[in-house]
């Protein structure tokens, strides 16, 4: 059992306080501090404490029946299958979906074969895995995901009164819900760039700040100005507004179109580096690509609330099979202990705890981590002053 020392993402959407706060220390930092990475992900494995520099991933390979016990070791190979992050947006991230597991294999092959480097900025599958996520807000929380029902997009489309945007919009009245849907995201996203459409779109949503549909146009308004011209600000009107409050979260099945706005989260994800982008970023776009893993379901998103477990415990239920979270919170002078199904990462967002059921305990306090390896007998958590914790284990389902 090892307490981690984690990597800090610079993307230029992070916050300049929201991680530093959290691990307490000075804000606002010099430069934009977007994720905390918790895990043995090859671009920025955790490192493991006492243990002369060795990364998470130099463990796992070295000793991987160790490391991840044997069940994940025979359900996933050596490999810890999920990946936990603290994400702290200041600014809206890229449109996206992730592919499924057959998806990312053929992908991943394809783009190997065509000579194309893992680290390549113009690839789109950086490796075999799927990478479903559930983000679980530490505190407001907005996001865009999944399509809106369509009656309630056509109320808004008639709302913005463009008609070059009523008539692109057109499948939305004559075809199938799921149709229409991917007949008008692929026209919008393979309109120029920059594109007229998009500054009428978001012309008209400043002129009506109030009403019905406000937040919706304000947002349409902000993604503008961050991204003019770009087909994807008028794509992200087509998507549910969800607003999590702290505790809540959503999953995102392979295929799910999504836009984090704002806000601070945990997030666990499929370990896997695999983002099809359709805009709203300087990246690399694949639009082709991304059309093919849309999921057209519309309707609104569920949000996941955590179900108590113990008396300490509650666990947010996915169908996940790479990854399970669940939260602990502890009072003073309270123990906590479960089985192991797997390798662990536990993360501390408040209070300190101690792990025990290594040589020595592990003491925790915000923002820091640790790993529990999956062939460990056993391990336990307790608190002096109280604690909140985010508990990461591999999930239930079997891999596909």
Same mark, same amino acid.
């Given at each position: ?67 991840? *016990? ?5 359900? #996933? ?51 075999? #895995? ?22 309630? =997009?056509?109320?808004?489309?008639? =709302? ?17 819900? &799921? ?6 995201? &692929? ?23 109030? *009403? ?53 989260? !945990? ?73 192991? !199904?797997?390798?662990?990462? !536990?993360?501390? =967002?408040? *209070? ?35 604690? =909140?914790? #985010? ?10």
């Amino acid at each position: 059992m090892w307490r981690l020392h984690d990597t800090i993402q610079h993307y230029a959407w992070g916050s300049r306080d929201a991680l530093a706060r959290l691990r307490g220390h000075a804000a606002p930092t010099s430069e934009p501090e977007a994720e905390l990475w918790m895990g043995a992900h090859p671009r920025a494995p955790s490192r493991l404490e006492h243990a002369e520099g060795r990364s998470l991933l130099e463990a796992i390979e070295a000793e991987p029946a160790l490391m991840l *016990g044997a069940p994940s070791l025979a359900r #996933f190979g050596p490999r810890l299958p999920f990946l936990l992050k603290v994400l702290a947006a200041a600014e809206p991230l890229s449109l996206q979906a992730h592919p499924d597991a057959a998806r990312a294999r053929e992908g991943c092959a394809r783009e190997d074969a065509a000579g194309l480097p893992r680290d390549a900025p113009d690839r789109s599958y950086r490796d075999p #895995f799927a990478r479903p996520e559930l983000v679980c807000a530490l505190g407001p929380f907005t996001a865009l995901c999944g399509f809106r029902d369509v009656d309630q =997009t056509r109320a808004l489309v008639d =709302t913005l009164a463009v008609p070059a945007l009523r008539e692109r919009a057109e499948p939305l009245w004559t075809m199938a819900p &799921g149709d229409a849907l991917a007949a008008l995201v &692929g026209d919008l996203l393979t309109l120029p760039r920059p594109s007229p459409l998009v500054d009428a779109v978001v012309r008209a949503a400043a002129a009506h700040p109030g *009403g019905p549909w406000a937040r919706e146009r304000a947002w349409a308004v902000r993604l503008g100005q961050h991204y003019p011209g770009d087909p994807g600000v008028v794509v992200a009107l087509l998507l549910n507004l969800v607003e999590l409050r702290t505790g809540e979260a959503l999953y995102l099945s392979a295929g799910r179109l999504h836009c984090y706005l704002q806000g601070t989260a !945990v997030e666990i994800m499929g370990s896997s580096d695999n983002v099809l982008r359709g805009g709203l970023t300087p990246k690399h776009v694949d639009v082709p690509e991304l059309l093919q893993v849309l999921d057209r379901q519309a309707g609104p998103v569920p949000v996941v609330r955590p179900q108590p477990v113990s008396e300490h415990e509650a666990a947010y239920p996915t169908p996940a099979p790479a990854f399970a979270l669940s939260t602990l919170e502890l009072r003073a002078g309270q123990r906590w202990s479960a089985p192991l !199904v797997g390798p662990e990462l !536990v993360l501390c =967002t408040a *209070g300190r705890a101690r792990l025990h059921g290594g040589s020595a305990p592990v003491s925790l306090g915000p923002g820091q981590s640790a790993f529990v390896p999956g062939s460990a007998a056993a391990r336990a958590i307790d608190t002096d002053a109280g604690a =909140t914790l #985010f508990r990461a284990t591999v999930g239930s389902a079997e891999p596909e």
